[in-house]
């Protein structure tokens, strides 16, 4: 989770006005604003430090009611308040454990999505190679022998004298010569539309997400037929949001794909504030350019005037 850096001021400022209030009035009903305080903790702090800040944060009452208001029974009543305050603090933990874990289940479940979009993909284009093959290697062939055996006849009838069977054969072989000429193209067309839809696969990362939205452009010419290539693409895409969700407020996150020779050209940007410190390489930026590194490409990352860019040129496979 990310909070913005002035998080502690603000805790700080909340605990001295609500301890102010207990100045106001000798009733001890108004340590509910530390109660209040005590469960946002939970979504500041880590869950040891609440505890130790609990305590702390308790005995401001348990002293002004008994020096300022002189109840005698101020020790205990802030001692009650006080399992107040865990009990808020219990519920507050409670409830970023399940919303983590639901947003981590969400984030598996498109991952998921993803991955059976490429994985079906990849087996329709398997399927479609499988049958280009077959039409090449054995209609193909037989095609091929047919308009031989024709052209044969064609010279045989001639030398004959038989002009009508030499017309008909010559049409058969003309009508063989067409049929053949079809079944490469259409061969020609399955191997071209093989492409993997790597674009509805991204797609699937960013559904029913609240942010970032997605900002997707894929130049014309780019066609991804290499099912290894199309999934580093994506894992980069998949850990680049990731970290955009976790780290930063971005409201967008830009893909670009684009070919660039012979590789493709992959830019992820993000609105991420530039902060002084250099950039840190975690696990996630780590793994992106092991996996990047893995398929002989290379991965470049850093602020510019619009926030995070993470480069990415991958080469073609031959």
Known sequence: MSFPQWRIPLLVTLYVLSVTSLFLLPYSYLAIFLVIWSALLPYYLAWKICLAVSVVAALPLGLIHSFYWQDSYALLTAALFWTFNLFAMMMSNVAIKEKMAREKSDELNRQLMSAQQLIRQAGQQDERLR???????VLGHHLTALTINL?????????SGLDEVKAHVDQCHSLAKLLLSDVREAVSDIRENAALDWQQAVRALFKDLPRPSLQLSIADNVKIEDVTTADTLLRCVQESLTNTIKHTQSAQL???????????WLKLQDEQVQTESPVKKGNGLTGMVERVEQTGGTMKFGFNNQGFLIDILLPEPI
């Not at 049958?131 to 290697?137: K, T, V």
């Not at 830009?254 to 493709?264: F, G």
Request: charged share 20%; aromatic share 4%.
């Open 131 to 137: 049958i280009a093959r077959n039409i090449h290697d």
């Open 151 to 159: 052209q044969v006849a064609s010279h045989k009838a001639n030398a």
């Open 254 to 264: 830009r893909v670009s794909l684009t070919k660039h020779k012979n590789s493709y």
